[in-house]
Nanobody, 123 residues
């Protein structure tokens, strides 16, 4: 599967931002997809994931209640709605697909990656 993330930018703390990930091609792992982020000098961190139908989701504790993942399988696009953004949310955000198992939070378990999109939250 090919992935293309977009929608990053510079916002202020408390603002909202929505990222998009356009996908194409054959998927594995039931079509599940996810979002990760990586801040400078840190490891890639799990943000959240959604199953193929879009009805099941799970999130990292750090974003639970503030971020929401959705997908539109007609438009072949996954979204990450980010609300109440904090400076610590600053990172490059990546979309990923083809996890080896549902429920994984490890970047190593996702086999397909898009390029990142930068999100910067100023205080």
């Amino acid at each position: 599967v090919q992935l293309q993330a977009s929608g990053g930018g510079l916002v202020q703390a408390g603002d909202s931002l929505r990222l998009s990930c356009a996908f194409s091609g054959r998927t594995f792992g039931g079509g599940a997809m996810g979002w990760f982020r990586q801040a400078p000098g840190k490891e890639r961190e799990f943000v959240g994931a959604v199953n193929g139908s879009g009805h099941r989701k799970y999130y990292a504790d750090s974003v639970q209640g503030r971020f929401a993942i959705s997908r539109d399988n007609i438009k072949n696009t996954m979204y990450l709605q980010m609300n109440s953004l904090k400076p610590e949310d600053t990172a490059v955000y990546y979309c990923a697909a083809d996890p080896m198992k549902w429920g994984s939070r490890s970047a190593a378990d996702f086999r397909s990656w898009g390029q990142g999109t930068q999100v910067t939250v100023s205080s």
